[in-house]
Nanobody, 118 residues
């Protein structure tokens, strides 16, 4: 079992920045972590993923160049640095973990709200 706890959400103005954190605990082997978001009335959207061993990353086109995913393996934490935020970035942001190098994620956090005011 893996427990994931997101933090760092809040209210920010357009053009501002936030850094989200995802702290992981538990004994299940993790290979990959990801960040997703879900806005009201919309489907959950993939944002970014990182391989915990190599640090390799991949991003959705909608956030490429603005968001950066990183990890601190010593502290079992993954981050999402979000810059140049827009009102359309308003959503609940979730982190997730996977024991596989591709495919679905096994565990999800409870989410943290990000609101970008215009």
């Amino acid at each position: 079992q893996v427990q994931l706890v997101e933090s760092g959400g809040g209210l920010v103005q357009t053009g501002g920045s936030l850094r989200l954190s995802c702290a992981a605990s538990g004994r299940t082997f993790r290979i990959r972590m990801g960040w997703f978001r879900q806005a009201p009335g919309k489907e959950r959207e993939f944002l970014a993923t990182i391989r915990l061993t190599t640090g390799s990353t991949d991003y959705a086109d909608s956030v490429k160049g603005r968001f950066t995913i990183s990890r601190d393996n010593a502290n079992n934490t993954v981050y999402l640095q979000m810059n140049s935020l827009k009102p359309e970035d308003t959503a609940v942001y979730y982190c997730a973990s996977s024991s596989r190098i591709w495919g679905s994620y096994d565990y999800w956090g409870q989410g943290t709200q990000v609101t970008v005011s215009s």
